[in-house]
């Protein structure tokens, strides 16, 4: 192995060690929401997130910061920072891919 390995390997290790501890109680389990997520676009009942995001940035350019999938809703949320900073939330329904809603924060 290369020395100069040795930090890097560290390094990552440090970064991933939080994955691994137990989650405080109340946290969202952001796993089971990427399970949720894999398994609704496999069976099909859910559209490609790839293809949603390609919309939003279409709709509004700048760089993607945030995804989530709202379970409870079956929503992905999609966020866009702009180049003025203003950033841009997109609702879109994970079962059709029908953008629902835009809301942009000043």
Do not use: C, H, W
């Not at 939003?56 to 949320?77: K, Q, S, T």
């Amino acid at each position: 192995m290369r020395p100069f390995l040795i930090p890097v390997i560290a390094a990552a290790g440090l970064l991933l060690a939080p994955l691994v501890l137990p989650m405080p109680a109340g946290a969202q389990d952001t796993r089971r929401g990427a399970d949720y997520a894999r398994e609704g676009v496999r069976s099909g009942e859910f559209v490609r997130l790839e293809s949603l995001i390609t919309d939003a940035e279409r709709r509004y350019p700048g760089r993607v910061v945030e995804v989530e999938l709202d379970d409870d809703d079956d929503e992905y949320e999609i966020e866009i920072l702009m180049a003025d900073g203003r950033v841009v939330e997109l609702t879109y329904d994970a079962r059709n891919g029908r953008l629902l809603k835009v809301e942009i924060d000043d």
